[in-house]
């Protein structure tokens, strides 16, 4: 059973810099293509970012410059880390990892996702 | 950027009624198109990809259809469980993936 647990969530300061970590079972980080995607309290979901297997990122352009994914093999640990926060990062913020079926995985839709993190940015 | 409409906001309905939900795309995505359910307090869960196939372990009265701009998701006969709100996300040009603002199914 494929097990998604963030972390690293909490209350910071504008301007200020977080580390969500989303620890996985059942499931090798490196072999897949995991995301992170987060929503605002009472709104709906929103893209952030995506690792590719091969080590290629993005990322929306709200964050991008500022929040950088990566993962860490020996923990097989999936990491955000955010930079200049800004009131507007408020949200819950989930990892989730690609679909797949039949030997085939589509990287771009979110099967398992872990239970969120949330993450406010205020004074 | 695509943009997915998503209509109506809210859905109000009974047990064992049928549900339809509609996405729209601001440009053709052609079948890459997803559809979410969320309850309150969980995680999002995929109901369906590529516009019309299910995900693994999704009950069938689950369905998807349409393609291009078009996008229905039919669930044919409401049970308890049912009552969420449901998301549709295109992965045909990215970044960005984006999201619809969702459908809340009450009843």
């Known amino acids: 059973e494929v097990q998604l647990l963030e972390s690293g969530g909490g209350l910071i300061q504008p301007g200020g810099s977080l580390r969500l970590s989303c620890a996985a079972s059942?499931?090798?980080?490196?072999?897949?293509?995991m995301s992170w995607v987060r929503q605002a309290p009472g709104k709906g979901l929103e893209w952030v970012s995506i690792v590719y297997t091969g080590g290629a990122t993005y990322y929306a352009s709200s964050v991008k410059g500022r929040f950088t994914i990566s993962g860490d093999n020996s923990k097989n640990t999936l990491f955000l880390q955010m930079n200049s926060l800004r009131a507007e990062d408020t949200a819950v913020y989930y990892c989730?990892?690609?679909?797949?079926?039949?030997?085939?995985?589509?990287?771009?839709?979110?099967?398992?996702w872990g239970q969120g993190t949330l993450v406010t940015v205020s004074s | 950027e695509i943009v997915l409409t998503q209509s109506p906001a809210t859905l109000s309905l009974s047990p064992g009624e049928r549900a339809t939900l509609s996405c729209r795309a601001s440009q053709s995505v052609r079948s890459n198109l997803a559809w979410y359910q969320q309850k309150p307090g969980q995680a999002p869960r995929l109901l369906i990809y590529d516009a019309s196939n299910r995900a693994t372990g999704i009950p069938a009265r689950f369905s998807g259809s349409g393609s291009g701009t078009d996008f229905t998701l039919t669930i044919s006969s409401l049970e308890p469980e049912d009552f969420a709100v449901y998301y549709c996300q295109q992965r045909k040009e990215w970044p960005p993936l984006t999201f619809g603002g969702g459908t809340r199914v009450e009843i």
């Open positions: 989730a990892s690609a679909y797949c079926s039949g030997g085939t995985c589509y990287p771009t839709y979110f099967h398992h």
């Open positions: 059942g499931l090798t980080v490196s072999d897949n293509y």
